[in-house]
């Protein structure tokens, strides 16, 4: 059988120097020991992974690096051919993701802060990834969130794509915008839906609306740093920050109104009420929070059979909090909530669970891991 090429590394693109893995550690949870393991380390705050064919793994790093971790935890030098990115605060890199038919096309998609004249702003782009995996090629950007906005702050990012092919964007309120949330002609705030090549599905909810842009799927929105398809019910789910407590588990419908900033489970930074309270007409509530805040990001919905006890589960990073939670579901509840691996103290930036059921995730750190999961 003839190797997938992403699995293998010419010898000029494997990074010189690999840091020596730190030891496995142990850790009991409610369900039984599980044990980290780092896959490959030395990373630079990195962001978001995702799953190549023959065993390769795609990581994206905040400074504006792409690098392929091989199975064997070989680390590539960056990817060329990554655009421009805004470097600082929360901006960078973010989220990564293989199109549906990468098999054939060997395209992907990445997230980032865009650098553009009088500010920045969330964009999206689409390229081809070359078949040793060393460069992108044929690059284009397929979104951009409008209007440009000058901070380092809130810039959403997260990617997914939908049963149906469509491709899912957050897009944060840029903070000291907030009120934007609420405005349907801006991107600030909102998730958005739209084709694999940028176009938009003329079934989104306010196609042909007056002063509302036609790629919004839902509004209302703070910053979410978490976006995953359920596996059973294919319903988008949705985790975003709150401001001093109150981030969110939505289930995000077309159309509807998640509420910031005019509702919210927390308090701002300076300690004020936020808008009117917790709940108004035509807003809608989450299905779950937390207060005093965890800082969620990166989120997955646990299908295997790796790890007695947690198939059905949804797993999700903390950054503030250092751990990783793991949530029992009932139905669109949240049944119960068990807070892993906070001895590891670690600021978790993504979760993810690979093509071998093992869990897998990355730490947001100047030397960032890339770790996983093994049971018992």
């Known amino acids: 059988m003839r190797a997938d090429p992403l699995s293998l590394f010419p010898a000029a693109l494997l ?35 995702a799953f190549l064919p023959g065993g390769g793994i795609l990581v994206t790093e905040r400074p504006g690096r792409m690098r392929i971790v091989s199975a064997e935890g070989e680390v590539s030098r960056p990817i060329a051919g990554v655009p421009q990115v805004v470097t600082g605060g929360q901006a960078g890199l973010f989220d990564v993701a293989l199109d549906p038919g990468f098999a054939s096309n060997r395209e992907i998609v990445f997230s980032y802060a865009e650098p553009r004249e009088g500010g920045n702003g969330t964009a999206v782009a689409r390229a081809r990834l070359s078949p040793d995996g060393s460069r992108l090629e044929n690059l284009r950007v397929i979104f951009r969130q409008l209007p440009t906005f000058k901070s380092s702050a809130h810039f959403g990012g997260r990617l997914a794509f939908g049963p149906g092919g469509d491709l899912f964007v957050t897009l944060g309120e840029r903070f000291s915008a907030m009120e934007k949330a609420q405005d349907l002609s801006t991107d600030f705030g909102k998730i958005v839906r739209i084709r694999p090549d940028g176009a938009i599905p003329q079934d989104n909810p ?30 988008l789910w949705e985790i975003e920050h709150g401001p001093r407590g109150g981030d969110e588990i ?11 900033p005019v509702i919210g489970y927390g308090v701002h930074y300076s300690g004020a009420k936020i808008g009117v309270g917790t709940s108004a007409p035509g ?4 299905i779950y929070f937390w207060d005093p805040s965890i800082a969620p990001s990166g989120m997955a919905f646990v299908t295997s059979d790796r790890y007695p006890g947690w198939q059905g589960n949804l797993l999700v990073g903390a950054l503030a909090g250092q751990m990783m939670v793991r949530l029992t579901l009932k ?32 730490t947001d750190n100047p030397r960032g891991r890339l770790l996983r999961l093994i049971p018992g």
């Open 15 to 49: 990074a010189l120097a690999i840091s020596t893995p730190a030891a496995a550690q142990r850790f009991d949870t409610q369900a039984g020991a599980v044990t980290v393991e780092t896959v490959a380390s030395g990373l630079e705050h990195p962001w978001s992974l």
């Open 250 to 260: 939505n289930i995000p419908q077309a159309g509807r109104n998640y509420g910031w």
């Open 283 to 286: 807003m809608e509530q989450p």
């Open 206 to 235: 306010f196609v042909g609306k007056a002063n509302a842009k036609p790629e919004i799927w839902s509004y209302g929105h703070r910053n979410p740093q978490a976006l995953a398809f359920h596996p059973q019910t294919r319903q």
């Open 331 to 362: 139905g669109e509840a949240i049944a119960a909530e068990e807070r892993m691996l906070k001895g590891l103290n670690e600021r978790i930036r993504d979760v993810r669970q690979g093509p071998d059921g093992l869990i897998y995730f990355v």
